[in-house]
C-alpha cells in the first residue's frame, strides 16, 4: 500500500506545472506591452497618491474674528480618500493585467507546444 502511494506522489512530482515555454520567436509583442503598463500605472499611482497627500489632504483656511483673522490648518477628507483612491486603483489594475499576462503566457505556451503556433488564420 505505501509503496502504490509512494509511486503515485513521486509521478504526481514529475508533473507539477513548470514555467511556460515561451515561443522562440517574440510573436506576441502585446503581452509584454502590457506588462509593462501595468507596472507603469502602478509606479504613477503609488507617486500621484503620495503627491495628492501631500498637496491636497491638508489646507489652510482662513476665518475672520473679533480680534483678526486667523488661519488654521484644517483635514481634508476628500484629499485623503481620493489619494486612496488613486493608490488601490492603480495596486488593483497592475494585478489583474498581470494575471491577464501570465495566462496570455501559458496560452501562447500551450498553443506552442501543441503544434499550432504561429500559423496565421485568414
Do not use: H
Request: glycine share 8%; proline share 6%.
Amino acid at each position: 500500500m505505501s509503496n502504490e502511494l509512494d509511486q503515485i506522489l513521486s509521478e504526481d512530482k514529475k508533473n507539477e506545472p513548470t514555467k511556460p515555454i515561451i515561443p522562440p520567436l517574440p510573436l506576441y509583442p502585446g503581452i509584454n506591452t502590457l506588462r509593462g503598463i501595468a507596472w507603469t500605472v502602478l509606479v504613477l499611482g503609488v507617486i500621484g497618491s503620495i503627491v495628492i497627500w501631500i498637496n491636497i489632504s491638508s489646507k489652510t483656511v482662513t476665518s475672520p474674528g473679533y480680534y483678526g483673522a486667523s488661519t488654521e490648518t484644517i483635514i481634508n477628507a476628500n484629499g485623503i480618500i481620493t489619494g486612496f483612491v488613486v493608490f488601490f486603483s492603480s495596486i488593483l489594475f497592475c494585478s489583474i493585467s498581470i494575471v491577464l499576462c501570465t495566462i496570455a503566457d501559458y496560452l501562447v505556451s500551450i498553443n506552442y507546444k501543441l503544434g499550432n503556433g504561429f500559423q496565421k488564420t485568414d
